[in-house]
Structure formats: C-alpha cells, structure tokens
C-alpha cells in the first residue's frame, strides 16, 4: 500500500522560497506518475506539478511555470517541489498524490494521496 507524507509547508512572504518535500513509501510501480495539487479555501483542488517517477519532462500548470521547480529522487523515495518567487495566491494546502498509469493533471485520476502541508504566502 502506498504511503505518502508531505513537509516543509509553512508561512513566508511574497517573493520568498519554499522547499516542500513528499515522502513515498510502497510504491513499486515504475510507471507512475507523481504529482502536487493545492486548494485554496473554498476552491476546488489544482494541479500545480507532475513528473513521471523514472524520468521524463515534467509538467506544470500555466500559473506556476518558471517559478515552481518538481524532482524527484528514487533514492530516496521522495518528490520535491521547490517554489520561487512565491505571491499571495499560492497560498493553499499543498497535497502530494499518486497515478499509477501515464500522466494526467485531474485530480480524480490520481490514486493515493498524502494529507496536505500548508503554505501561506503574506504579502
């Protein structure tokens, strides 16, 4: 059964960094996919990242392109999302999932989720 547990969320100010961190454990099929949504209060959830856990180019939607930066490391079981430049609007839960199938940016396609990390941007 796939396990993952997000970190590094917190409270920064516009134009700062954040380094979030989603930590895999079972997972054992090489074709999946890893991704980062968030959700604002009262929005519904977004894909924000994507890239595929044996390599390939990554995916990024339009709002975060040039600022947002995903890896992962099979070593090391893990999937970061390093965020630059960050603005107000960026504030939300940021939430860690998996699909075991080719890419998608839904949400309802991803399989197993982790349970978020908040990230507030004050400007």
């Known amino acids: 059964q796939v396990q993952l547990v997000e970190s590094g969320g917190g409270l920064v100010q516009a134009g700062g960094s954040l380094r979030l961190s989603c930590a895999a454990s079972?997972?054992?099929?090489?074709?999946?996919?890893m991704a980062w949504f968030r959700q604002a209060p009262g929005k519904e959830r977004e894909f924000v990242a994507a890239?595929?856990?044996?390599?390939?180019?990554?995916y990024y939607a339009d709002s975060v392109k040039g600022r947002f930066t995903i890896s992962r490391d099979n070593a090391k079981n893990t999937v970061t999302l390093q965020m630059n430049s960050l603005k107000p609007e960026d504030t939300a839960v940021y939430y860690c999932a998996v699909r075991r199938a080719q890419y998608s940016s839904s949400a309802a396609r991803y399989d197993t989720w982790g349970l978020g990390t908040q990230v507030t941007v004050s400007s």
């Open positions: 890239v595929s856990w044996i390599g390939g180019t990554p």
């Open positions: 079972g997972l054992t099929f090489s074709g999946a996919y």
